[in-house]
């Protein structure tokens, strides 16, 4: 993958973009914004009854009486192409009310509005930037990032503390978006349904008479176990591969997903804040290589940006040189970036 030669060097600057802010949110204002992007998911984190008209009728078109089960089985076995983008949202929206039922919604609401401005702003970069993004913050100390169909987006407020620099926080925003892109959740889900775990799932209801509300939540159980065990490698190898072009389309550091995987590499799996992350995705190391196979000096072909924290961003009294674009002439150097040896002058 080649990434382009020339990239705006574009900030999401908290004292410099309220405009941008005001375009990015929805039109209830900003005060309410997060909150009713909430809403917008399912109960502002509570999931969703399980009826007829609800998963099951975002995968077949409406609610499905009893019968129609194998519908939705000839449906995902198909093509994820024959789920239009309507239906994939609805998917998207019920399989996010069941992650927000199980962890709580940071209280920290312009934290909420940043990282949807920052998302946002990534996604609008993407090949599909006219979906409803929503980036929402979870109560969580763990280590994680997810996303689900339709543009939802998720990442724990361990994962952003533990973020060296803005820069790396966009890498993993744009990971997510890539996986949605990409409608990587929907092909794991096809291969399960192609694999007969999701037609036992339905045949098993039909004797009941209540395919639209038990094998809905079947279904959102198997989105669960989705989660849990994560997507494809060759999946988290391209989101990665995509990610850092995306985020360094955005005018973020390309070196941002990198240095995070640097840090993952000395994470170990008998600390309870990275067992999930590390279990669900592909060693660190493996991913980094795989990141020089396909990139190789590429990335050291655009300048960096001066690292900015998420604490500075956030903070109200923020220096007025933040928001100046930094000189392609000096590039920062991140972790993630060996310094290049000075020349001799002669």
């Known amino acids: 993958m080649r990434l382009p030669h020339s990239l705006p060097r574009i900030r999401l600057i908290a004292t410099a973009c309220t ?51 194998d519908d939705l089985i000839s449906m995902l076995t198909r093509s994820v192409e024959s789920i239009d983008e309507p239906r994939e949202i609805e998917i998207g929206r019920q399989l996010s009310a069941v992650l927000l039922g199980s962890k709580p919604l940071h209280p920290d609401m312009a934290l909420q509005r940043y990282v949807n401005q920052l998302g946002r702003w990534i996604s609008l970069q993407s090949p599909r ?5 929503t980036f929402v ?4 100390p763990g280590y994680n990032a997810f996303a689900a169909p ?10 952003i503390d533990r973020c060296a620099d803005e820069a790396e926080l966009a890498g993993i925003l744009a990971h997510e ?18 694999s007969g775990m999701l037609t036992q799932l339905v045949a098993s209801q039909i004797k009941t008479n209540a395919v639209g509300s038990v094998v809905t939540s079947q279904f959102l159980a198997l989105g669960r176990n989705l989660y849990a065990r994560g997507l494809d490698q060759t999946d988290e190898y391209d989101a990665d591969r995509t990610g850092v072009a995306l985020a360094t389309r955005a005018g973020f550091d390309p070196y941002g997903l990198v240095s995070v995987l640097q840090h993952l590499r000395t994470a ?24 020089e196979l396909a990139m190789g000096k590429n990335l050291d072909g655009f300048t960096g940006t001066a690292p900015v924290t998420v604490a500075q961003r956030m903070s109200p009294k923020a220096a007025p040189a933040a928001a100046a674009v930094p000189s392609p002439a000096a590039p920062a150097e991140t972790p993630a970036r060996k310094a290049a040896p000075k020349k001799k002058t002669s």
């Not at 930037?129 to 993004?133: D, E, R, S, Y």
């Open 150 to 159: 339709g543009g939802y987006v998720f990442v724990t407020k361990g994962l």
């Open 129 to 133: 930037p006219n979906l409803p993004w």
């Open 268 to 291: 170990t799996p008998d600390n309870p804040a990275f067992t999930l992350a590390l279990a669900t995705h592909p060693p660190a190391q493996a991913r980094l290589e795989q990141l």
């Open 137 to 140: 913050v979870l109560d969580d």
């Open 177 to 194: 978006i890539t996986h949605v892109t990409a409608k990587h959740h929907l092909l794991a889900i096809r291969k399960t349904a192609q």
């Open 19 to 69: 405009a941008l802010a005001l375009t990015l949110l929805p039109s209830q204002g900003q005060s309410q914004g997060v909150m009713n992007l909430l809403n917008a998911l399912g109960g502002g984190g509570s999931t969703t009854s399980n009826t007829g008209g609800g998963l099951l009728g975002a995968i077949t078109g409406g609610g499905a009486p009893a019968g129609q089960g």
